[in-house]
Structure formats: C-alpha cells, structure tokens
C-alpha cells in the first residue's frame, strides 16, 4: 500500500530569515518569510514551527494562509535571537491544484546570524535561506 502513495517534491517554495528595520518600534527585527517562486497560487498553507535542541524545545506555533499568490511572499512570524541557540524548524503543508504538499525547513543552530545574510532577490531584503 505505501508504494502506491505519492508524494511529490516541493519546488520553487522557499523560507528565509530576514534581518529589516522596523519602523514601528525602530528596532531592526529577525522576521521568517515563505517565499511562492511558481507560476501558481498555493492555497490552505499551514506552517508549525518549532525550536529544538537536545535539552530543549519550543512550543509549537501555527500559522495558516488562505492564499499565497504565485512568485510572491508573506511574513509568517518575528524570531527572538534567543532562538538562534537552537535548531528552528518549519513544516510547511499546503495544496497545489488539488495536489497536497508538503516540506520541512530547517535553520540550524547558530547559523543565522548578521555575517552570514545573503541578499535574497524575491523580498529585496537581506536574510538567510533555510535548507
């Protein structure tokens, strides 16, 4: 029976750390992004995120998006520094057509950090992609 199961590989959908000045409270921020860069709108995206390490863990977080259009990107949530300690991962599920799919990001521990943003052409913004 599970040979009969796909699961088709996600592609062109991306997460990344940025690091951006907010004009609100002019602070400059961590904030986490999913990147659309298909052709196609993804739709009913549910995001769970949590914080791990071998002594600790996170609650997990949740986040839904209706809709997110194709070659776009939406903020999903801000990150404290504290967090950077710890490995943060990212299960991303969501429905192409009426495909259902999903992928897991992951930031490791101690790798985002101000030495190590890259600029990402999709948000015009400094940041760094999770693997």
Known sequence: MKKDIIIPEVTHVEMAIVYEFNDVYNTNDWNVY???????????M?????????TKTTSLLRKKLDKLPANSFAKIEFMQPELFKLNNRF??????????????FLFNKDTVKE???RMIPELKKRGILAS
């Not at 299960?91 to 897991?104: I, R, Y």
């Open 34 to 44: 999913i990147i659309n860069n298909k052709k196609v709108d993804l739709e009913m």
């Open 115 to 117: 030495g190590a943003l």
């Open 91 to 104: 299960q991303v599920t969501f429905f192409e057509g009426n495909t259902l799919h999903e992928k897991t």
């Open 46 to 54: 549910v995001i769970v995120s949590q914080g791990f390490s071998d």
